[in-house]
């Protein structure tokens, strides 16, 4: 094929378009349709990709949680299983003196939508969190000025408080929050120290957050009322790689702790972000599935829309084809310019797909809370996938226009 | 056509009984040699004969009319002629080449290169201007589009055509047409021009112009082939050979 043959090819389509203006525009959306429906798929599906792995990245490096019971998305805990006992300091410790793939371990009490106030100004939303010196080490995230809390604050149960960059500028604005006092629940607590700024996580800020000692929120709080109060263990494996095996000690060590019979199943539950996203990637690998098997409905529609435009082209051409034929076409180049010209239809469709697809995945991200985001690779397949639907259903009326016979083709009318 | 593949053509053809085609010079003076040609159409029951046993030879620079009633085997001779067809028994020597065994690939390229074919209904290209027209062979053959413009300019130039080259199909007159098409013919200085009534669907007046172009054509050394059944259009070619029945009736040299 040579670029006269192309050029020639892109002329054919360019006329069969102009002398088809109605059939032609339907064609083109019928292709248009189905890229679009497969860009603006893809985008919503990376975007949400993009936002969920970047938020796990931002919880730090692999952490293992450890609750009463597996709170895996889309399950609702049983009565029993709210009614089991609480993972306990003495549990953390246990797994932290016997389990070699660990190297952080952290027992936390959580508490949402407190109420913190220092003078006039009053936050509702803070989530509270009684800690160990541990926690900041084992969930990666660190102190910003000042002091975390020690393991003399969880001895003596003192009234301190790490603040989490939200609350410093909701409560103190400009003044500097360490040593002033703040009241949570109308109890009185010392500023001691302030969070380095940590994002947030599916939508949810991390920087709203005060820890305080881990004894002084079992003396406030001495009954877990869930779902308002959770308490857990978070843990820190010694690589991405030791999560599993960390996974297994804890398991033992737990089973151990909580005196569950051999052969029972286990009383509480353990998950760590390799299984969340085991989860997450399940629910979108369905996903994906179901889009790609509309898109594939789409562009068949859009297929069959070429292939039909494609075969009244051919014959209405028949006699063109005879006289091209007769000037010295050979098979192969009728053929490359009925495929040429499919192409160039689907490509239309494609790029004008491509476009819409993009604007609404900008105008999705810009006005929806989905994120949406359009990879580069999505913008090669949606072409490549237009232009393939303009061969596969271009092959045949091209092949038909090949074999004509000059003779019977130039005696049509 | 250069006088080396002329050669290689001599060397790789030598199995059949070739005619004397090439005179002292080197020079392929007969361009069209049919030796004994028949083609057999196979209609189902029973085989029908349109051409048994035909054989003539044109030599180079020689205005030649094809005639006969419908039926005769004028247009299956003609389409063997063009290279449309190939024979079903027989060997035709088409400008040193035996393009009787030919298949369809190399047809359409021997079509490209040494057949210019003029149309009765000119069979032009409704929405291409006629110099897209005039450079539709040459588009087949590969020439790049510099040369190709410059070509088909020419081929105008010489129908007398060329302050019209931008015009559509539809804003020129029949005989206007008519000479787009021959332009398109000459493009490729093709050995043959091979008219089939080219004056069918013209008035008497333009019938009158075309055929004082192919006069002129012809004195310019091009070789002309006219099929045609209207005794006064045949009567100005050189040469007429009359079909009937699938044979050779007449071979006449008139002029």
Not at chain 1, 372 to 393: D, K, L, T
Not at chain 2, 11 to 19: D, H, I, Y
Not at chain 2, 40 to 63: I, P
């Amino acid at each position: 094929m040579t670029f006269a043959d192309i050029r020639e090819s892109a002329y054919m389509a360019f006329d069969t378009v102009r002398s088809n203006k109605l059939r032609s525009s339907l064609t083109i959306l019928g292709v248009s349709v189905g890229v679009i429906t497969i860009v603006f798929m893809v985008s919503i599906i990376q975007g949400l990709n993009k936002a969920f792995a970047a938020q796990i990245e931002s919880l730090g490096s692999n952490t293992i949680w450890a609750t009463k019971f597996d709170p895996s998305i889309g399950h609702q805990p049983t009565s029993e299983e709210i009614h089991r006992k609480e993972l306990t300091i003495e549990d953390a410790d246990a797994i932290r003196r016997e389990a070699p793939s660990i190297v952080g371990v952290s027992p936390f009490y959580r508490k949402i939508n407190e109420t913190a106030r220092y003078g006039d100004k009053q936050s509702d939303t803070p989530i509270l969190i009684g800690v160990t010196s541990y926690h900041e080490f084992t969930t990666s995230s660190y102190v910003a000025r000042g002091r975390y809390v020690t393991d003399l604050d969880v001895e003596q149960r003192t009234n301190v408080a790490v603040l989490g960059q939200d609350l410093v500028k909701a409560l103190y604005g400009t003044e500097d929050p360490i040593g002033k006092e703040l009241k949570i629940a109308g109890r009185v607590f010392s500023v001691v120290g302030v969070m380095e700024p940590l994002g947030s996580i599916l939508g949810q800020s991390r920087d709203n957050t005060i820890y305080i000692p881990i004894t002084t929120f079992e003396k406030y709080y001495p009954d877990i009322e869930f779902p308002e109060i959770i308490s857990a263990i978070i843990v820190r494996p010694v690589s991405r790689a030791y999560v599993k095996s960390a996974i297994d000690e804890m398991t033992d060590i737990l089973r151990r702790q909580r005196r569950v019979p051999q052969g029972a199943p286990n009383n509480f539950g353990i998950s760590s972000q390799d299984a969340l996203l085991d989860v997450y990637n399940q629910l979108t690998g369905a996903t994906y599935l179901v889009l790609t098997a509309i898109s594939c409905v789409a562009l068949m529609i859009g297929g069959i829309g070429v292939m039909n435009i494609m075969l009244v082209s051919v014959t209405e051409r028949t006699k063109e084809i005879g006289l091209r034929k007769a000037v010295g076409a050979t098979r192969t180049n009728i053929l490359s310019q009925f495929l040429i010209e499919a192409v160039v239809l689907t490509a239309i469709g494609g790029l004008l797909g491509l476009l819409v697809g993009e604007l609404f995945s900008v105008l999705m991200n810009k006005y929806s809370p989905l994120p949406a985001y359009v990879p580069a690779w999505a913008i090669g397949v949606g072409i490549g996938i237009s232009a393939g639907v303009g061969i596969i259903f271009g092959l045949w009326p091209a092949w038909k226009a090949a074999r004509m016979d000059p003779i019977e083709s130039l005696r049509w009318e | 056509m250069t006088e080396a593949t002329i050669a290689t053509s001599q060397t790789s053809a030598g199995v059949v009984a070739k005619p004397n085609l090439v005179s002292a010079d080197g020079k392929v003076q007969v361009l069209i040699a049919m030796q004994n040609i028949w083609k057999t159409y196979d209609m189902g029951a029973e085989k029908v004969h349109a051409l048994h046993g035909v054989s003539f030879e044109v030599k180079r620079g020689e205005y030649l009319a094809i005639t006969g009633p419908s039926g005769s085997g004028k247009s299956t001779l003609m389409n063997l002629i063009g290279c449309l067809d190939t024979p079903s028994q027989g060997d035709y020597w088409l400008n040193g080449k035996n393009v009787s065994e030919m298949d369809d690939d190399e047809l359409a390229r021997i079509r490209n290169q040494e057949v210019g074919f003029v149309f009765q209904t000119f069979n032009l290209l409704a929405r291409a201007t006629a110099l897209h027209n005039v450079e539709l062979p040459l588009i087949y053959g590969g020439i790049p589009s510099a040369k190709r413009h410059e070509m088909a300019k020419q081929a105008l130039t010489e129908v007398d055509l060329v302050d019209r080259m931008m015009h559509r199909p539809n804003e020129l007159s029949g005989g206007q047409r008519q000479r787009v098409a021959i332009a398109r013919a000459l493009v490729n200085h093709p050995s043959i021009l091979l008219a089939d009534e080219p004056t069918g669907a013209l008035d008497t007046a333009t019938s009158y112009d075309i055929m004082n172009l192919f006069e002129k054509l012809y004195e310019d050394g091009n070789t002309i082939i006219l099929v045609t059944h209207e005794r006064d259009i045949a009567a100005r070619a050189r040469r007429i050979i009359s079909i009937r029945d699938g044979l050779i009736e007449k071979d006449e040299q008139i002029k």
